[in-house]
């Protein structure tokens, strides 16, 4: 028999037994849909609110006057939800922002005396945090520098001469765009189902492709098929390419259920897409191979391939975009086959870069194969 058609005659053996086993049926096709709806709802928020107005107490003690009215509408204008009180509440301010203004604030600044705006937040090292700190400084020194142009008019500063102002149209605007295509790392289900997808190709073909292999061997299987006249690339390449098969059969569900269920846009660039997963359920199928060599129990098997999907998936950046790591988090990635695959998608998909964007991804990940697969071969064994 040649080697072909012993590799086609294993694989389709070994993948129709793979797919009755119910722990590979419960993590190819019920536990990723849970992750990606919970990982994807809960990193939903990383980039903030959107349009969504903030809460923010303003604190402005009687009698606060007129210039604390201008600042509430500022501060509205800064896509703010003012809640005006008189005094603060003894609340904390884990969940909104709070300024609290001196008080007398209009009397206070009509006698030039000085007075102070005090903005409170939760966490003053968080991104939002800060972006708040911003927003409200806008507010304030804009209102300043309305009443600074209303009395070097020689008009008086009151609220109507402050609101005429406020809804001046501006001589000088300015438009902050990207000067390529834009470039935000993904958030939600856009992130959660490729991040996933990835994780849980790796984490099935390390376990359960490597422990069938155990088991194999263990129980003397592997021992009787090098008694048959098929040969030794034939049996390897079929148990390459049930594996391979395990994993397009993974990837093909989770991206219909993310298509379908979670409404995650793919990008243009479908068909390079397909290629650098394809590439990448080819290298998870040589690991599982080398992993279910080396190992000697089932034990040793499932240990090795949950820690290593769990650790290449996290350096890689599959639980959440790399991008928003540090700078050393993202060189370490370069240097991962999760980080490599990630960086494909996020290129393809978000960044929208083309296909040629890819490229290097799918050449590294081609190479790893390509020696994954030659190191499967020499470290195979029937016994």
Request: with cysteine; charged share 15%.
């Amino acid at each position: 028999m040649s080697a072909l058609r012993a590799a086609l005659f294993v694989a389709r053996k070994d993948l129709w037994y793979m797919l009755r086993q119910k722990e590979t049926l419960l993590w190819t096709f019920a536990m990723p849909p849970v992750f990606f709806f919970f990982i994807g709802t809960i990193t939903g928020g990383f980039t903030g609110g959107g349009d969504e107005r903030i809460p923010l107490e303003l604190v402005a003690p009687e009698p606060a006057g007129f210039l604390a009215d201008a600042l509430a509408l500022r501060l509205e204008d800064e896509g703010f939800e003012v809640r005006r009180v008189a005094a603060a509440s003894p609340d904390s301010v884990d969940a909104s922002p709070r300024l609290a203004l001196t008080a007398g604030f209009t009397d206070s600044l009509a006698a030039g005396r000085r007075v102070v705006a005090r903005l409170e937040s939760a966490g003053e090292l968080d991104p939002t945090a800060r972006w708040d700190q911003i927003r409200v400084a806008r507010a304030v020194y804009g209102l300043l520098a309305d009443a600074a142009l209303v009395a070097s008019a020689g008009e008086p500063v009151g609220a109507a001469a402050l609101e005429r102002e406020r809804k001046r149209p501006r001589l000088l605007t300015l438009e902050v765009r990207p000067a390529g295509r834009a470039e935000e790392p993904p958030v939600g289900f856009q992130q959660a189902v490729p991040g996933t997808m990835v994780m849980f190709t790796l984490l099935v073909l390390l376990t359960s492709g490597a422990v069938i292999l155990v088991i194999e061997r263990r129980d003397g299987l592997l021992r009787r098929v090098a008694s048959t006249p098929l040969p030794k690339a034939g049996v390897v390449g079929g148990k390459w390419a049930s594996r391979m098969g395990l994993g397009v059969v993974q990837i093909g569900f989770a991206m219909a259920i993310g298509t379908a269920l979670f409404d995650v846009d793919w990008g243009p660039d479908l068909g390079m897409i397909a290629l650098v997963l394809l590439v990448w359920a080819s290298l998870c199928a040589g690991l599982a191979i080398v992993s279910g060599n080396l190992a000697r129990t089932e034990g040793q098997a499932i240990g090795l391939g949950v820690f290593a999907a769990n650790l290449l998936a996290a350096l890689g950046g599959c639980w959440w975009p790399i991008e928003v790591t540090p700078k050393w988090a993202q060189s370490l990635a370069l240097a991962m086959p999760t980080g490599w695959t990630m960086g494909a998608l996020h290129r393809l998909m978000s960044f929208q870069a083309g296909a040629a964007a890819a490229l290097p991804h799918l050449v590294a990940l081609a190479l790893a194969a390509l020696v994954i697969g030659w190191i499967a071969t020499r470290t195979f064994r029937y016994a």
